[in-house]
């Protein structure tokens, strides 16, 4: 196959660009940066030097392409003028042109968890708008990967660690939070272009662990030398003073703040909507209180299922022993 790569050599697209060549296709990789070349080259991919903001480069690079994989560039933290969902909207609008122009049947567009939120979500929303765009084409079949938070995110508690001791922010300690590593969404896009559609939409989660915060900053202490290493629970309030004293400009520490704020309050939501969970508003906070009784109604509906499989697996266990032992 004939796949074209956005994404320069990232995190994710250098080891998606090295295990489709791999594989025997034919890989050109976008990159803005002429010094990029020769290691685009050494991996065994042609380079396509040019702006993904200019169309007609994407259109001729995009041009006989079996498949495409796009993506959004990583917002500005720094620049108090940038206006991100209008950056989103040219570039998604670019690459919507480029595919429809080019004659493209196949994209898969890096997306993100939460992408189905049209609000609250913060700086998730430039996906859910992204999405959106491309939605709108016709003819081409659209896989949207949805991973969830990245590991190398946790490199931005660096300074906290070395200037208070510890790790922070609006979700940590006991939440059970799903993490991902570039490597393993890489893995998951190399399969999905490869794999031939049998879906016009198609969404795609990817996750490699689950692990409680106290949990990550245990382990991030062991490797580190602080054993004692915290994940502290803070308010939005006292984030956003924290990316504030940053530098950060207000839109996008208020995104990142909103953002970081869904990760728990999307799974309390859905408790809170199954009855699991009861509420009780006492001024601005919202304390939260297990409902017994409708967890008790959950298990008696599980029961059956978990004997079932107990069983299954029993069976399985005996019939390999006896199998081992011929």
């Not at 006991?174 to 031939?196: C, K, L, R």
Request: charged residues 20%.
């Amino acid at each position: 196959m004939k796949i074209v790569l956005t994404g320069s050599l990232g995190h994710i697209s250098k080891p998606l660009a090295q295990e489709l060549v791999q594989k025997g296709h034919t890989v050109t990789v976008i990159s803005s940066k002429p010094e990029r070349q020769k290691e685009i080259e050494a991996l065994g991919a042609t380079a396509a030097i040019g702006s993904i903001e200019d169309v007609a480069f994407l259109t001729s690079t995009f041009t006989g392409a079996d498949a495409v994989y796009t993506m959004l560039p990583p917002p500005s933290f720094s620049d108090p003028t940038f206006e991100l969902m209008a950056h989103v909207r040219n570039i998604t609008n670019n690459y919507a042109q480029a595919i429809k122009q080019a004659g493209v049947k196949r994209v898969v567009h890096l997306s993100s968890i939460g992408a189905h939120m049209a609000k609250e979500s913060g700086l998730i929303l430039m996906h859910h708008a992204a999405e959106g765009i491309l939605d709108g084409l016709q003819n081409v079949d659209i896989t949207f990967m949805r991973p969830v938070g990245f590991y190398y995110n946790l490199l931005s508690f660096i300074p906290a660690i070395k200037n208070m001791g510890g790790m922070a922010s609006n979700y940590g300690a006991e939440d059970v939070i799903p993490w991902v590593s570039p490597i393993d969404i890489a893995a998951a896009i190399a399969e999905e272009i490869t794999t031939p559609s049998l879906q016009h939409r198609k969404v795609l989660y990817v996750a490699s662990e689950e692990l409680a915060c106290n949990e990550v900053a245990r382990i991030l202490g062991a490797a580190i030398g602080k054993p004692d290493l915290k994940w502290t629970l803070i308010t939005d309030e006292q984030l956003l003073n924290i990316y504030a004293g940053f530098g950060m400009p207000q839109a996008i520490a208020a995104g990142l703040v909103e953002m970081q704020s869904t990760t728990v309050s999307k799974h309390l939501q859905i408790l809170t909507e199954c009855e699991l969970l009861g509420q009780e508003q006492n001024g601005r906070e919202i304390y939260y209180h297990i409902n017994a009784k409708r967890m008790k109604e959950v298990q008696d509906f599980i029961e059956p299922f978990r004997k079932m499989w107990d069983d299954r697996f029993d069976k399985l266990e005996t019939m390999m022993k006896q199998h081992k032992s011929k």
